[in-house]
């Protein structure tokens, strides 16, 4: 099993312990409403205690492949109609979201989604749904809290009184009160000053290192995303058109000419790089 996200010291330093395969996408389709076809047969993977990237334009995929792993798809009128979703070797295309959440994988919807009536602290004891047993949820609040101390702070405010940062980092939160083993994370830089993008991703890898928490992040992001991934791969168009580690990728000319809007010949804006180009460089 090849096993991706780590430099070759990592990889020799942990020969002796191959990491597991977490999840394991292999040649999803999804469809909209019976007749749009969005996914054209993607396939990724997720070893366990890794941040593995989704990167892309608006509409390539990203949000429809986390929403096909989360099982979210149906409330969008989706369905993965070819391809298998594995987790630790078992298909889970037919668990619901919250057997989906009992197994350990819970997503962050783009957008962030905190209940705006709610306290911050009461959208974090939302999360909890699936624990019943009020120690555990003390001590995962009091984890929460360590890790976002920002929130600690604003734990009687009205999420919709708090900034987007603290909302973002609400919705983070809110996932980690069920415990979980892979967070599939949904543009967290989306709408969020630099300076508060970055101190969401310390935390997100804060959480890879110190938890052991995987994660699989979609990202428009692609330089802050790079940085704090093990892996990436590129959707374009419902396709896989790149995949690698993320130091190469964040190195590769196309990636820094179409996504990072940096070519030889300096740097240029985003909208600048026509679409067909890009589908003429991969997808032909
Ligand atoms: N509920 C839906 N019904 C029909 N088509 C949809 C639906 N949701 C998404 N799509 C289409 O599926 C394609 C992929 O959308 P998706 O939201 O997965 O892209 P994305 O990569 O997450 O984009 P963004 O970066 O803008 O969030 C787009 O063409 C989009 O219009
Ligand atoms: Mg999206």
Redesign the pocket.
Known sequence: MPVHGRSETDLADESMNTPNLLLNVNGIEVI??HV?L?LKGVSLQVPEGRIVAIL?????????TLRAVSNLLKG???EVTKGTIELQGERVESLSPSDLVRRGVVQVM?GRHCFAHLTIEENLLAGAYTCKDRGQIAANLDKVYTYFPRLKTRRTSQAAYTSGGEQQMCAIGRALMSNPRMVLLD?PSMGLAPQIVEEVFEIVKDLNVKEKVSFLL?E?NTMVALRYSDFGYI?ENGRIVMEGEAKSLADNEDVKEFYLGISGEGRKSFRDVKHYRRRKRWLS
């Open positions: 909209y409403n749009a969005v892309g334009g608006n509409g390539a995929g990203k949000t429809t969008e009128r989706g783009e543009e979609a428009q959707v």
